[in-house]
Antibody, heavy 120, light 110 residues
Framework: QVQLVQSGVEVKKPGASVKVSCKAS????????ISWVRQAPGQGLEWMGW????????KYAQKFQGRVTMTTDTSTSTAYMELRSLRSDDTAVYYC?????????????WGQGTLVTVSS | QSALTQPPSASGSPGQSVTISCTGT?????????VSWYQQHPGKAPKLLIS???KRPSGVPDRFSGSKSGNTASLTVSGLQAEDEADYYC??????????FGTGTKVTVL
C-alpha cells in the first residue's frame, strides 16, 4: 500500500531553516511527483509547490519563491522540503502528498504531517 | 492567486444531502477539468475524495459526487452519515503546474 512517512516535530527560531523529509513506499517513486502543502493552526490548506521525481521539474508557489527548495533522493525514495528565513507565521503542519509525474494533480496520497513551530 | 471561495459551513441531518460550492475564475476552476475535493477529519491528513471534477478513487463511497458549471464546482454528499462530519477542501489546477485550494467548508451532521 502507498505510504508517505514524514519526519518529526521541529521547533525553530525566527530566521532559521527547516528541512522536512517524506519517505515513500508502496509505489514506483520515480513515476510520480511530490507536492508540499501546509496548514497553519486553525486555517486552511496552502499549496507550496511540487517536484516531479519523474522528470526533475519543480514548481513553487509565487509566495514561497526564493525561500523554499524541494528535492528528492531516488536511492532512498525520499522527498525533502527546505524552508529558509523562517518567521512566526510559518508555524504550521507541513504535508507531503503524492502528485502526478507530469502534472501537479492529483494529490492522491498524503503523509501524516510534520508540525513546524517557529518561536523565539 | 487568491484561494477559491467555499462557504464556511454546511450541515444536514443523517440521510440527507449536502452540497458544497467552490467558486474560482476562468483561469482555474473554469479553465481546466482538474478540480479535486479532499476530506479532512480533525488532527488528520486530508484524503482525496474526487479528482478531475467527478472521478472517485477506489474505496471512496459513491455517496460522494462532484460536478462543475462554469467557474463553480460542487461536491454533493448524499445519505449523510455521522462519519462525514469533517472539513472539506476543493482544489483546482491553475495552469503551468500551479495549484490553488479553496477556503474550506466545515460540514456538521445534525
Amino acid at each position: 500500500q502507498v505510504q508517505l512517512v514524514q519526519s518529526g516535530v521541529e521547533v525553530k527560531k525566527p530566521g532559521a531553516s527547516v528541512k522536512v523529509s517524506c519517505k515513500a513506499s508502496g509505489y514506483t517513486f520515480t513515476s510520480y511527483g511530490i507536492s508540499w502543502v501546509r496548514q497553519a493552526p486553525g486555517q486552511g490548506l496552502e499549496w507550496m509547490g511540487w517536484i516531479s521525481v519523474y522528470n526533475g521539474n519543480t514548481k513553487y508557489a509565487q509566495k514561497f519563491q526564493g525561500r523554499v527548495t524541494m528535492t528528492t533522493d531516488t536511492s532512498t525514495s525520499t522527498a525533502y522540503m527546505e524552508l529558509r528565513s523562517l518567521r512566526s507565521d510559518d508555524t504550521a503542519v507541513y504535508y507531503c502528498a503524492r502528485s502526478g509525474g507530469i502534472m501537479v494533480v492529483p494529490l492522491s496520497y498524503w503523509g501524516q504531517g510534520t508540525l513546524v513551530t517557529v518561536s523565539s | 492567486q487568491s484561494a477559491l471561495t467555499q462557504p464556511p459551513s454546511a450541515s444536514g441531518s443523517p440521510g440527507q444531502s449536502v452540497t458544497i460550492s467552490c467558486t474560482g475564475t476562468s483561469s482555474d476552476v473554469g479553465g481546466y477539468n482538474y478540480v479535486s475535493w479532499y476530506q479532512q477529519h480533525p488532527g488528520k491528513a486530508p484524503k482525496l475524495l474526487i479528482s478531475e471534477v467527478n472521478k472517485r478513487p477506489s474505496g471512496v463511497p459513491d455517496r460522494f459526487s462532484g460536478s462543475k458549471s462554469g467557474n463553480t464546482a460542487s461536491l454533493t454528499v448524499s445519505g449523510l452519515q455521522a462519519e462525514d462530519e469533517a472539513d472539506y477542501y476543493c482544489s483546482a489546477y491553475a495552469g503551468n503546474n500551479n495549484l490553488i485550494f479553496g477556503t474550506g467548508t466545515k460540514v456538521t451532521v445534525l
